[in-house]
């Protein structure tokens, strides 16, 4: 037995449509809520716009050298061991000299530091970053590009000063112009953009990548050179070229990278397991280098066996240089791919550990500080860098606080030669983490199958149509989902949880009591231009009503008195008058010799009709609807005209009860409750209002306010009122920017609640008609 305990309210309150609800609000105007350009512009918003603009001055002033020194000069220290050998090593997957890894993880971080708002992020190189930027520069510069004759020998071979210099350029102007698109974003506060990336397309997408890595790094650990594609199936086709050449692998190189991998991922397995006992982690990848590096050096690997090494790297910081403009418009769309991935991944990573310390992250300044970082790295001859997990990880566990462990942040330059194969090695054992997110397919396909496909054509558009098209496939698809599902909706006919307020669906509850006369319509989206007409549809389908056909038919009937009367008054006008004034009841046989009199014509085009009318009520409207709102309407059930009986009731346009006066007892006006038009389909018109809920409404088009205005003016026709319920303000605001509101559809038709609205149709039209209802909910008090 559940042993808590729940509580009781009671509110006693009025009714309130829209227009109530303003007056009892007090509901502001536009002007009040949007303040004019002067009072925007004032001395304390400039100050904190300049504080939001450059974040170091608001939390340095505040620095508290005591409390947060000594964990960020730890912290500092761990992850700048960390980038010496990252940033050499995905400097090989931007398919750069290893020393542009170097200043790539200088520059950037101390940009970031001044207009960062993350306090746990570590800037520099990053894996898929690293490819994406490689794909761009191995397509503007091959090596067939800068083939050389070798002298006198037939032989070739590549100039690789000339090649690794102009990818320096490609890689600098697509960074600088990447940056540009992210500051750009960012000052027009299109920070939201990165939330298009879902977590399955971002963890897919880093997976397909990785796989794009592990083959480029395939001839760094097999020692041979394949020719490296472009384009749709590049992984495909370098792939199959390296195992072609796998008979040609030079063992010495397979033999460093294989001791390589197993040294690094036993060390990293022990780095785990010890990590509760460290106080720092253990620098693996600084260790394996500096290993492999005294073992070449005195075993002089490079000379006695051909392995390859990466050579001297260059002491020193590279000077600014502009990046070649004339580059920006064959990398302009790979630019902008970096920038949403870099930011998306940027963002996603300060959201995590914001939340987790307690502070907050500014989306659009994240985005101008990765851009600033970007740009002015790209001077510097750096390429695109972001976050990365394992280094942000670190800096958080090693007890970071602040932005000033950025500037900590230690690369030490070595005069010393690398082996690519360790590099290889390293990027390989580091991408270990990312083919984990293969298991995230088990856990989608338990919660969602939609996400299990975003996450599978994730994979495969990016493994076949490389990292740039990919992307674009991926973004395009999610979105393809999003508008699917908000253009299927579920709709649904709520009902009455007895003795409460509230309302569920009828048909997934069955304690819910559908309320007689009253349809409660319901959609689980927004109603919008994709699926406006879709709403309409389901709304016939939930209600039972075709509007279309019942509108025709009755002005079909409309037509057809309106000729009748016309003959009618012809031949007896004064006498059709009295009868009309004195007998509440017509006979049918009296009105059957007419129409055979008058009407041949018509009962040979009606034949057809009538010869499905049996068991079937019809209305006609006897009389035309007067100015003061009063109609007269005849009933004849089918059958047999001479045998029909007929009777009439007065409607009045303020809701009064209906009376019904026949000739026939009281089973007639049970068959008469509203109107069955079984002739026309499977129908029961006994409902007197119909109730959208729109409460899951966020906003609301001029497609869909149109569809509205003709949902109200249709359901008139079949005089089935129309109300609006759980309108937010907003949509409340575009209703009356759209023009929605007039003489026939005033505010009063808006509720604030379904609830609100049901009271109002049960006191209005229903409440005296449908006695077996429960009393309890026509008297409920809010």
């Known amino acids: 037995m559940d042993s808590r305990r729940f509580g009781k309210y009671r509110v006693e309150r009025d009714v309130l449509d829209e227009q109530r609800l303003e007056e009892v609000t007090q509901r502001k105007s536009y002007t009040d809520t949007h303040p004019s350009l002067t ?7 400039l100050k904190r716009c300049v504080m939001s603009s450059l974040p170091v001055l608001y939390w340095l002033p505040k620095y508290s050298v005591w409390d947060y020194g000594m964990p960020d000069l730890v912290s500092g220290i761990s992850v700048g061991i960390m980038h010496l050998p990252q940033g050499m090593a995905y400097a090989l997957l931007a398919s750069l000299p290893p020393v542009f890894g170097l200043y790539t993880s200088l520059y950037p971080p101390l940009i970031y530091l001044f207009f960062g708002t993350s306090r746990h992020i570590s800037i520099g190189t990053f894996t898929v970053l690293s490819i994406m930027v490689g794909s761009v520069t191995e397509r503007l510069a091959p090596d067939a590009a800068f083939i050389i004759n070798n002298g006198t020998n037939i032989t070739t071979e590549v100039d690789v000063t000339a090649r690794d210099l102009y990818r320096v350029q490609v890689a600098a102007a697509t960074t600088v112009l990447g940056g540009l698109i992210q500051v750009v974003l960012g000052m027009v506060k299109f920070g939201f953009v990165g939330t298009y990336l879902s977590e399955p397309l971002v963890h897919a997408y880093t997976t397909a990548a990785s796989a794009h890595a592990v083959v480029a790094q395939l001839k760094y650990v097999f020692g041979v050179s394949p020719t490296r594609f472009n384009g749709p199936l590049s992984l495909v086709y370098t792939l199959g070229h390296v195992c072609s050449l796998l008979p040609q692998t030079h063992l010495p190189t397979l033999v460093v990278s294989a ?10 397995e022990l780095n785990s397991f ?4 460290l106080p720092v982690p253990i620098p693996v990848e600084l260790i394996t280098i500096v290993s492999a590096t005294l073992i070449s050096s005195y075993a002089h690997l490079n000379s006695n066996y051909t392995i390859s090494v990466v050579g001297e790297i260059p002491s020193g910081l590279s000077s600014p240089r502009a990046p070649d403009i004339n580059l920006f418009q064959e990398v302009i769309g790979d630019a902008f791919a970096l920038a949403i991935v870099g930011y998306a991944i940027s963002f996603s990573l300060g959201k995590t550990f914001a939340l987790k310390h307690g502070y907050k992250v500014d989306s659009n300044q994240e985005l101008v500080a990765l851009g600033l970082s970007n740009t002015v790295g790209g001077f510097f001859q750096c390429f695109s860098v972001c976050p990365s997990m394992s280094r942000s990880l670190i800096q958080e566990s090693t007890g970071g606080k602040t932005q000033v462990n950025e500037s900590i ?7 010393l030669t690398f082996l690519y194969a360790v590099l290889a090695s390293i990027v390989l054992v580091n991408l270990k983490g990312m083919f984990k997110q293969c298991m995230d397919i088990v856990k989608l396909w338990r919660s969602s199958k939609i996400d299990l496909v975003v996450w599978l054509v994730t994979l495969v558009s990016t493994l076949l149509f490389n990292l740039d098209l990919g992307l674009a496939g991926s973004i395009s698809f999610a979105l393809l989902t999003v508008i699917f599902r908000t253009q299927m909706p579920s709709y649904s006919v709520l009902g009455n949880v007895p003795g409460t307020e509230l309302y569920v669906d009828i048909e997934t509850h069955s304690q819910a009591r559908e309320i007689p006369g009253i349809t409660i319509f319901h959609s689980s ?12 549809e389901a709304l016939k389908e939930k209600s039972g009503l075709d509007i279309s056909k019942m509108i025709i038919y009755k002005r079909r009937q409309e037509a057809k008195q309106r000729r009748r009367e016309r003959r009618a008054a012809r031949r007896a006008k004064r006498q059709a008058k009295r009868e009309l004034a004195d007998a509440p009841v017509f006979s049918v046989e009296e009105e059957a010799g007419h129409w055979r009199n008058t009407c041949v014509v018509e009962e040979e085009e009606d034949q057809g009709i009538t010869e499905r009318m049996n068991g079937t009520v019809f209305v006609i409207p ?6 003061d709102g009063q109609c007269r309407w005849e009933y004849l059930k089918g059958g047999d005209p001479d045998n029909a009986s007929l009777g009439w009731m007065s409607e009045f346009q303020d809701g009064d009860t209906t009376t019904l006066g026949s000739s026939s007892d009281d089973t007639l006006s049970r068959d008469l409750e509203r109107v069955s038009l079984g002739s026309l389909g499977k129908w029961t018109w006994d409902i007197h209002s119909i109730i959208l809920d729109l409460s899951t409404a966020n906003f609301i ?8 205005r003709n949902i109200f003016q249709d359901f008139s026709e079949i005089d089935v009122d129309i109300y609006m319920a759980g309108c937010q303000a907003s949509v409340v605001e575009q209703l009356e920017r759209g023009d929605f509101f007039s003489e026939s559809i005033t505010k009063q038709c808006l509720f604030a609640s379904v ?10 039209r229903g409440a005296t008609s449908f006695t077996r209802y429960e009393t309890s909910l026509v008297s409920t008090k809010l």
Request: glycine share 0%; net charge positive.
């Open 259 to 268: 001791v390589s991998m197993a040294f690094l991922i036993t060390a990293k």
């Open 701 to 708: 088009d001029t497609v869909a306010i149109k569809t509205m």
């Open 755 to 764: 609830h609100d609205a049901v009271l109002f149709c049960l006191n209005h």
């Open 525 to 536: 989206a927004t109603v919008y231009f994709a699926n406006a007409d879709l709403y309409l």
């Open 274 to 277: 010890l990590s509760p006992k």
């Open 622 to 627: 006897a009389t035309p609807r007067t100015p």
């Open 409 to 415: 942040q230690i690369c030490v330059t070595f005069l």
């Open 39 to 45: 009072d925007r512009c004032s001395v304390p918003k």
